[in-house]
């Protein structure tokens, strides 16, 4: 069993073009690939303001051949992005959501706190993170959500971060199956380990995150929008690649 995952984020669609042109580069990109993906995984800032008709657009951009997983983002608001995303009752209740797809489970979490900028798994997302990982068995678990639980050396980036990830990290080392954790919310690339299973972060697509030691801007909204493709193979080996949309990129 092989896993090919397209993975993005942070496409803060509003009421500028300049948003949706971004996004809809990537998104095309991916529905004009010739070959196969299992899963396009969308880690959150859906929309900027988290207004019903950013949301409406953002539904559009989704319209195509993929089966694509989302989950908010601090930028998100549950009350819209359920009655336009999901079809369901306007709720403050986190939006957390399971999916199996190509053999694996794909937790997508709502690390979100209303109002706030820096991320929290509220105890009942953690209690039914953990139902999933028992219902999973054997089969591989991505655990995804939008806010980073370790710190990417960026200050910013870093107050923000996900909060309280002692308990996350304690729940994912009980259980093997679980493969890796996707996240989204830092606009840059980065990898790294939590509870010693790899953490990836989706490049930026609306903007890039710029590093202390590079310039002392916070983000360069200049550079082209970038995905990651995740790949799990049998050995439940991860492997990723990234794409940066220049111009010159052929399909």
């Not at 939590?194 to 550079?223: H, Q």
Request: charged letters at 20%; proline letters at 6%.
């Amino acid at each position: 069993m092989m896993i090919v995952l397209a993975h993005l984020s942070d496409i803060h669609i509003d009421n500028d073009e300049r948003s949706i042109e971004r996004a809809t580069s990537v998104l095309n990109y991916l529905n004009d690939l010739t070959g196969t993906i299992d899963a396009v995984i969308v880690s959150g800032d859906l929309a900027d303001h988290g207004l019903h008709e950013e949301y409406e657009q953002v539904a559009k951009l989704f319209a195509g051949p993929h089966t694509l997983l989302h989950c908010p983002g601090n930028h998100d608001a549950r009350g819209p992005y359920r009655e336009v995303l999901l079809g369901e009752e306007a709720s403050n209740e986190p939006i957390n959501r399971v999916h199996h797809v190509g053999g694996a489970v794909f937790a997508m979490c709502d690390s979100s706190i209303p109002g706030r900028s820096e991320g929290f798994l509220a105890d009942g997302t953690l209690t039914w993170l953990e139902s999933v990982l028992i219902e999973a068995g054997d089969a591989p678990v991505f655990v995804c959500f939008h806010h980073p639980p370790v710190l990417l050396y960026q200050p910013y980036i870093d107050n923000i971060k996900q909060h309280g990830e002692d308990r996350l990290a304690a729940l994912i080392t009980r259980y093997s199956n679980v493969v890796a954790v996707l996240c989204g919310h830092a606009h840059t690339a980065a990898a790294s380990t939590f509870a010693d299973r790899p953490l990836l972060v989706a490049p930026g697509v609306v903007s890039t995150l710029i590093l202390p030691w590079e310039s002392d801007k916070i983000v360069d909204l200049e550079v082209p929008p970038a995905i990651a493709f995740h790949i799990l193979d049998d050995e439940r080996r991860l492997t990723t690649h990234y794409r940066v949309m220049s111009p010159g990129l052929k399909r």
